[in-house]
């Protein structure tokens, strides 16, 4: 059974803070995929990670991906309150997109 | 400028009663997503279009169904509306998912609300 987990699932920070999520899936793709999703909206794509080694950052936000060990994680730098939202990371095998099971991400002032 | 456009954004049906959501892009497209995603859960993937090729996921229920009538429209039918249907109904287009930098592009999404 194909599986994209996400941890932690729910994540509570203080601004300033560093934190990291991760991302763990059971079988091979070589491209993975962040999303950002504020409540009671849409999801807005973050990045797009094509290979192993592939990392990218936009603002305080950076993505990396390892597909050796199936794993990508999304780094949070001095995080502010505006990147309270739920962020959702998936795969692409077989032309369909899998979804993780999303962290919910609040930024305490 | 919308690219992926979803009507209505809310729509309040009766149990049983035959409803309809559409989505249109802009962005010709290849492949249309329609996801349905239900209060803190992932997106769960109903079927796609790739062009004119319908895909199915295996556990969609039989109620719901797909029609892609050209490139830029696609539509969601459901044909008698259970409570559990109530969620949020995402289309999404892709280029083509194969392709190099190719990513998903969502709508605003459709509340359904089933009474």
Redesign the interface.
């Known amino acids: 059974e194909l599986k994209v987990e996400q941890n932690p699932l729910f994540l509570s920070m203080q601004e300033g803070k560093n934190y990291t999520i991760y991302c763990n899936y059971s079988t091979t793709s070589d491209r993975l ?1 962040w ?1 950002r999703q504020d409540p ?6 973050l990045f ?1 990670l ?1 290979s192993n080694g592939a990392v990218k950052q936009e603002g305080r936000l950076m993505a990396s991906l390892d597909t050796k060990a199936r794993l990508s994680t999304l780094h949070i730098t001095a995080a502010v309150h505006d990147l309270s939202a739920t962020y ?1 990371c ?1 795969i ?1 095998t077989g ?8 962290t ?1 991400l609040t930024v305490i002032p | 400028d919308a690219m992926v456009i979803q009507n209505p954004r809310y729509q309040v049906t009766q149990f049983g009663k035959p409803v309809t959501l559409s989505c249109s892009q802009t962005l010709n497209h290849n492949v249309m997503y329609w996801y349905q995603q239900k209060s803190s859960q992932a997106p769960k993937l109903l079927f796609h279009y790739y062009d004119k090729d319908f895909n199915n996921e295996a556990d969609t229920p039989d109620n719901f169904q797909s029609r892609r009538p050209n490139t830029s429209f696609c539509f969601l039918d459901i044909r008698s509306p259970g409570l559990g249907d109530a969620a949020m109904y995402l289309c999404a287009t892709s280029r083509d998912p194969g392709g190099y930098t190719d990513t998903q592009y969502f709508g605003p999404g459709t509340r359904l609300t089933v009474l």
């Open positions: 995929y999303y009671g909206k849409s999801l807005e794509s797009v094509l959702f998936a692409l032309n369909q997109f899998y979804f993780g099971t999303g919910s």
